[in-house]
């Protein structure tokens, strides 16, 4: 794959989900009232409007600005990454990709409305997962392929000889 392709292949992924992130949160917001779960099955998931002020799972991590600023830093991070990392398998670009659109996602609802829009909540009875949304779950996804991908093809360290050992 030529690095202009393995490039498009990481940034089109990243246009994919927070394309994909920004229409469900405007379905979210244009059909579900805030705090009044939809249920479905069975109760196991539900629709359920929250505005997320805090980081991840709404802790409240240091406030709005500097959420703001650390998803801003990690998004640009990420992209250089992609730029950088073009001969990298194709897969890596999709995870990468993936945290790029999820990070985007939610920098974006916190430029438009100062907090990440959540609708997404699942769990048995009383006992609930912190609500979420797509780009969440693009951001894990994408985490989780990283981390598949190093653990099956770990970094080499240098071999003895190279230039990285001359002087030792």
């Keep these: ?89 194709a897969l890596f670009l999709v995870g990468m990709g993936a945290i790029l659109g999820g990070a985007l996602g939610n920098l974006l609802d916190r430029f438009i409305y100062g907090s990440v829009v959540d609708f997404i909540d699942v769990g048995i009875g009383s006992r609930r997962w912190p609500t979420f949304n797509l780009a969440d779950i693009a951001i894990t996804t994408g985490g989780i392929l990283l981390v598949i991908l190093y653990r099956r093809d770990p970094p080499r360290s240098p071999e003895k000889g190279s230039e990285t050992d001359a002087g030792d």
Excluded at 10 to 30: H, I, S
Excluded at 74 to 85: E, F, K, T
């Design 1 to 89: 794959m030529t690095e202009t392709r393995a490039r498009s292949t990481g940034y089109l992924t990243a246009v994919a989900f927070l394309a994909a992130d920004q229409l469900t949160k405007r379905m979210a917001l244009g059909w579900l009232d805030l705090h009044h779960p939809v249920e479905f099955l069975g109760g196991l998931a539900r629709f359920t409007l929250v505005w997320n002020r805090g980081a991840a799972f709404s802790l409240p991590w240091g406030g709005p600005m500097f959420l703001t600023v650390i998803t801003a830093a990690a998004a640009v991070l990420v992209s250089v990454l992609i730029w950088r990392m073009a001969d990298r398998p």
